[in-house]
């Protein structure tokens, strides 16, 4: 089964600042991967997801991410980040046999004025 | 409006005392999900249903049982709660099969948890 892991727990940047939030997965088998917003008291949404095709990937609300095989990576990045984007990003992947997504801890990000 | 409830969204207890947390879809889903959110854990499945009457365990299944009985339901019940669950918990839903499940899961609101 594929799992994720999120290197950081925790990004503080400045509004309009670029951010990247960065997300390694394990499997090289059918790998589908997802990035998912939770805002403050809320519940999770999907921003992003890679399943086949192109391996640059856009969302909602300016985000994209890139599938690169290589480095078994599926960064995060916006290139201007505004103060409502301070939320709980998770990264999730399935795969390698399973495709019920499993989730990464988390990475809060945290945008400064 | 298409969603995913449950309630109650805030619940304390005391250790040993049976609770049901419901979860409801209103868009037909054959797939239901239940996990626990805790610090530095992200998100753990307990149980998943790909059906009415077929259910399975997730990952951290222990002190936890479910049931699917109709199509839109997907309760978790704690039989004898302990600290240990205190947390907080979200429903989710899709549709069937590889197609469904890796498209969009629509997640509930959450459900904190405190246990005494």
């Known amino acids: 089964a594929q799992s994720v892991t999120q290197l950081d727990s925790q990004v503080p940047v400045f509004e309009e600042a670029p951010v990247e939030l960065r997300c390694n997965y394990s499997s090289s088998v059918s790998v589908y991967l997802f990035w998912y917003v939770q805002y403050p008291n809320q519940g999770l949404q999907l921003l992003l997801k890679y399943l086949s095709g192109s391996t640059l990937v856009k969302g909602i609300n300016g985000f994209e991410a890139e599938f690169n095989k290589s480095q078994t990576s599926f960064h995060l990045r916006k290139p201007s980040v505004h103060i409502s984007d301070t939320a709980e990003y998770f990264c999730?992947?399935?795969?390698?046999?399973?495709?019920?997504?499993?989730f990464g801890r988390g990475t809060s990000l945290i945008v400064h004025p | 409006e298409a969603q995913v409830t449950q309630n109650p969204r805030y619940l304390i207890t005391v250790t040993g005392k049976k609770l049901t947390v419901t979860c409801s879809q209103n868009m037909n889903h054959e797939y239901m999900s239940w996990y626990r959110q805790d610090p530095g854990l992200g998100l753990r499945q307990i149980y998943y249903s790909m059906n009415v009457e077929v259910t399975d365990k997730g990952d951290v299944p222990e002190g936890y049982k479910v049931s699917r009985k109709e199509k839109r339901n997907f309760p978790l019940i704690l039989e004898s709660p302990s600290p240990n669950q205190t947390s907080l918990y979200f429903c989710?839903?899709?549709?069937?099969?590889?197609?469904?499940?890796?498209?969009?899961?629509?997640f509930g609101p959450g459900t904190r948890l405190t246990v005494l």
């Open positions: 989710a839903s899709s549709f069937s099969g590889q197609v469904g499940i890796l498209n969009t899961q629509y």
């Open positions: 999730a992947g399935a795969g390698g046999g399973s495709y019920i997504p499993t």
